[in-house]
């Protein structure tokens, strides 16, 4: 069992950056791959990127060359870096948990309660 918490959701302008953290416990973090999802109004949830347990990373088309997953199993958190943010970024976005994560996965076992992003032009 897998226990998630998202921080540093917020307002910025459109070219700006913020850092998501995913903070993890209950049970063996560095046995899990992670990913962030997003979830825009209106529209359906998706991965934005996703780091396996040996640390290998996956991205959305949008996402490449301005986005940017790590992990730090020591202090089980995972992190998302965003970069040159865009109106279109705009989502709550969610931390997720699970075995393996692949770019069709759309239900993982674990999800964290969500971080509010805001992008403005």
């Known amino acids: 069992q897998v226990q998630l918490v998202e921080s540093g959701g917020g307002l910025v302008q459109a070219g700006g950056s913020l850092r998501l953290s995913c903070a993890g416990s209950?049970?063996?973090?560095?046995?899990?791959?992670m990913g962030w999802y997003r979830q825009a109004p209106g529209k359906q949830r998706e991965l934005v990127a996703a780091?396996?347990?040996?640390?290998?990373?996956t991205y959305t088309d949008s996402a490449k060359g301005r986005f940017t997953i790590s992990r730090d199993n020591a202090k089980n958190t995972m992190y998302l870096q965003m970069n040159s943010l865009k109106p279109e970024d705009t989502a709550v976005y969610y931390c997720a948990a699970d075995w393996v994560i692949l770019t069709t996965t759309t239900n993982p076992l674990y999800w964290g309660q969500g971080t509010q992003v805001t992008v403005s032009s």
């Open positions: 780091i396996t347990r040996g640390g290998t990373t």
């Open positions: 209950g049970s063996i973090f560095r046995g899990y791959a």
